[in-house]
């Protein structure tokens, strides 16, 4: 697997090659694992994690793969960020990054078409080398590359907000808005100036 920046600032472009079937699906991710801080109380929190900056299902075309994945995200001001500094005030602590974003291609026969799938299986029947892990429900090809990158820098045009984007995606909903003035006056028929107690006729009854 090569990992190597693009043209476009916070992009990189990750390919490989792989004796895998034609047509395989590999998940390709890029993650900054993320040191734990404290919370707003002042509690130390002990359990570390990481961060999906960004991910992309490839396909295996003659024996090659290939993937783009943005790290940056634009906030609403505008600045370049990680999906986690975006994210970081709804987790409730204060997170260090480390400054490596490690690359991970990952084959898992649960993705793939059943006939795939069974072909993953016999080759996963007889593992070899570091590359085939075992998880507790099921088994997978992992392929790593780990780079220095820093954090994001710099700003652009803060992006336009969509009603999905505000108000927990349901925009101005709860605005009552005022109907536009009719233009035209309705043309209804002339009210009866003559008023009768008299019983309905057959005809005037609704049907």
């Known amino acids: 697997m090569q990992v190597q920046p693009s043209s476009r600032p916070g992009a990189y472009l990750v390919a490989g090659s792989t004796n895998l079937p034609e047509?395989?699906?590999i998940a390709v991710a890029a993650t900054r694992s993320l040191?734990?801080?404290?919370?707003?109380?002042?509690?130390f929190q002990q359990n570390a994690t990481y961060s999906i900056l960004a991910r992309q299902i490839v396909k295996v075309e003659q024996g090659n793969w290939q993937a783009t994945l943005n790290l940056w995200q634009i906030a609403p001001n505008g600045q370049f960020q990680e999906a986690w500094q975006l994210n970081q005030s709804e987790m409730g602590v204060s997170v260090n990054p480390e400054t490596e974003v490690t690359f991970v291609a990952l084959v898992e026969p649960a993705i793939q078409?059943?006939?795939l799938a069974q072909k993953?299986?016999?080759?996963l029947a007889n593992p070899s080398g570091e590359l085939v892990r075992f998880t507790t429900d099921d088994q997978y090809i992992q392929a790593t590359k780990t780079l220095l990158i820093p954090l994001p820098t710099g700003?652009?045009?803060?992006?336009v907000l969509g009603a999905e984007d505000e108000?927990?995606?349901?925009?101005?909903?709860f605005l009552i808005k005022e109907e536009p003035p009719n233009a035209q006056p309705a043309n209804?028929?002339?009210?009866?100036?003559?008023?009768?107690?008299a019983p309905l006729s057959s005809s005037e009854f609704l049907r």
């Not at 040191?35 to 509690?43: A, H, I, K, L, Y």
């Not at 993953?120 to 080759?123: I, K, Y």
């Not at 700003?155 to 992006?159: D, F, I, L, V, Y």
């Not at 209804?188 to 107690?197: D, F, G, V, Y």
């Open 23 to 25: 047509q395989s699906l």
């Open 35 to 43: 040191r734990p801080g404290s919370t707003p109380d002042g509690v």
């Open 113 to 115: 078409s059943p006939a």
């Open 120 to 123: 993953l299986e016999t080759l």
């Open 155 to 159: 700003k652009t045009t803060p992006p």
């Open 167 to 173: 108000n927990g995606g349901w925009g101005d909903r």
């Open 188 to 197: 209804l028929p002339p009210a009866s100036e003559t008023q009768t107690n």
